[in-house]
């Protein structure tokens, strides 16, 4: 049984910085790719950043030039480096895992608060 364990997350004053991590418990086969996903109070889950294992990148419109999604393929560990952090930024935030469609195994952790306030 493979868990995604996430750290990182805490309360940063806005314009801070915070560096999220997602740690599978054990080897993911078959990878495809990672992501960061996250729910603010009241809202949907949203997409943040996503990679796959070639180092494509997506990013939402709302992150864009502030958020940086990498990874370490040998691990199978994603980093998200968050920058110029704003209120709004504010959720709880969701690693993701999915393997190749052949395979259609999707892992998540199980959050991680991140709370942006002065």
């Known amino acids: 049984q493979v868990q995604l364990v996430e750290s990182g997350g805490g309360l940063v004053q806005p314009g801070g910085s915070l560096r999220l991590s997602c740690v599978p418990s054990r080897t993911i086969f078959n990878l495809y790719a990672m992501a960061w996903y996250r729910q603010a109070p009241g809202s949907e889950r949203e997409l943040v950043a996503s990679?796959?294992?070639?180092?494509?990148?997506n990013y939402a419109d709302s992150v864009k030039g502030r958020f940086t999604i990498s990874r370490d393929n040998a691990k199978n560990t994603v980093y998200l480096q968050m920058n110029s952090l704003k209120p709004e930024d504010t959720a709880v935030y969701y690693c993701?895992?999915?393997?190749?469609?052949?395979?259609?195994?999707?892992?998540w952790g199980q959050g991680t608060q991140v709370t942006v306030s002065s």
């Open positions: 990679i796959t294992m070639t180092g494509s990148t």
């Open positions: 993701n895992a999915d393997t190749t469609v052949l395979i259609g195994r999707h892992y």
